[in-house]
């Protein structure tokens, strides 16, 4: 009967209440593990020329109008602060944080929002190894400051407080899927997908028409692995493929793979890392392809962000950094079952 009530109405909102105090001091946790560590807070636009270049997501576009005139120019509201904060690394800024406001259009579900709070943070000078010590740290504070020994969601349970587990791609399927994932690759940017469409056929994740060969692996990912992940113990998914590498640069002793990896906790993805790309070139190189793949799948694509690649050629430092869902980790932290309950108002009235 709640659910029909406006979001506003005192009797629905009574029902977060006690998440949204889980969600307070989940911040403070937060705010005291970077201040502890000389981190600057740093708050950069959501307007931007680019929003990212990840070929999936879809993003809010709006045009900036100049006050004396009729000029307009096409900006887009940020799916994550990452362009902005590495110009910041450029600048001068060795370790920096933000909790931003982050915009995707096209999701929404009981774990993910068009309008959600992503807490990043970035390490000069430092590997991205040195990340996983941080979210072992965070999570850790953050469920002592709710009080938790144990995160459960949705029949999952997953200690933090024990030794967390370091499983490779490579490890993850041949352990839960029984497939020899390098054996089909074949370190292109669009390698080949029949290779690898005929072992998940052979295990009952049969492809689709016009898969791409990344395709079927977030297919096996998501139905056969994911699950699995962060259950007893946070899972760090580690050593992906180069071609799934985004922004992140190849592994010095196997250039098959990027220095990237995603946080799991009761098969909840938290956290995606990297150790940061430096090349402008491979960088530009990256969202031409980029693009040009969104382009054939969706028929858009959106601007390089030219100031983001300048910054580059001036000289990032070698770096890593790391993008967190807030929202997911205070889900965690309070026992909410969809987002919507740690949120102080949902969008769109819901």
């Known amino acids: 009967m709640s659910d029909r009530l406006p979001p506003w109405h005192p009797d629905r909102f009574a029902l977060r209440r006690p998440h949204l105090a889980v969600r307070g001091r989940v911040l403070g946790a937060v705010r005291r593990f970077f201040e502890e560590r000389a981190f600057v807070e740093v708050d950069t636009p959501a307007l931007q020329i680019s929003p990212g270049m990840e070929p999936h997501l879809q993003a809010f576009a709006t045009d900036l109008t100049g006050p004396w005139s009729d000029d307009r120019q096409r900006f887009y509201l940020h799916t994550s602060p990452e362009f902005a904060m590495k110009k910041l690394l450029v600048a001068g800024v060795p370790r920096l944080w933000q909790l931003a406001h982050v915009y995707r259009n096209g999701e929404r579900s009981e774990t993910h929002s068009p309008e959600f709070s992503m807490l990043e943070w970035y390490r000069a000078g430092e590997g991205y ?31 933090p407080f024990k030794a967390w587990r370091i499983l490779t791609v490579p490890d993850a399927f041949a352990e839960y899927a029984g497939i020899d994932l390098m054996a089909t690759y074949d370190g292109s940017h669009d390698p080949d997908p029949a290779p690898l469409a005929a072992e998940a056929a052979r295990i009952g994740v049969p492809p689709h028409d016009g898969d791409r060969w990344e395709d079927i692996v977030f297919r096996i990912l998501f139905e056969r692995i994911e699950p699995h992940l962060g259950t007893g113990v946070p899972c760090v998914l580690t050593d992906y493929p180069l071609c799934m590498a985004a922004l992140s640069r190849p592994k010095p002793d196997n250039p098959l793979l990027a220095e990237r990896f995603e946080l799991y906790a009761c098969g909840l993805e938290l956290a995606n890392a990297f150790g940061e790309l430096t090349d402008a070139a491979v960088q530009r190189r990256r969202f031409q392809d980029d693009m040009d793949l969104k382009e054939r799948l969706y028929g858009e694509r959106f601007p390089v962000d030219e100031d983001f690649l300048a910054a ?20 965690l932290c309070s026992g909410a079952e969809r987002i919507e309950q740690v949120l102080w108002l949902p969008v769109a009235g819901r």
């Open 129 to 159: 190894r040195t990340l996983v010590a941080d979210c072992e740290e965070m999570v850790r504070a953050a469920a002592d400051a709710a009080g938790l020994r144990l995160f459960s969601f949705r029949g999952v349970d997953c200690d």
């Open 312 to 331: 580059l050629e001036h000289g990032m430092p070698e770096s890593s950094g790391i993008a967190m869902g807030f929202d997911r980790l205070v889900m």
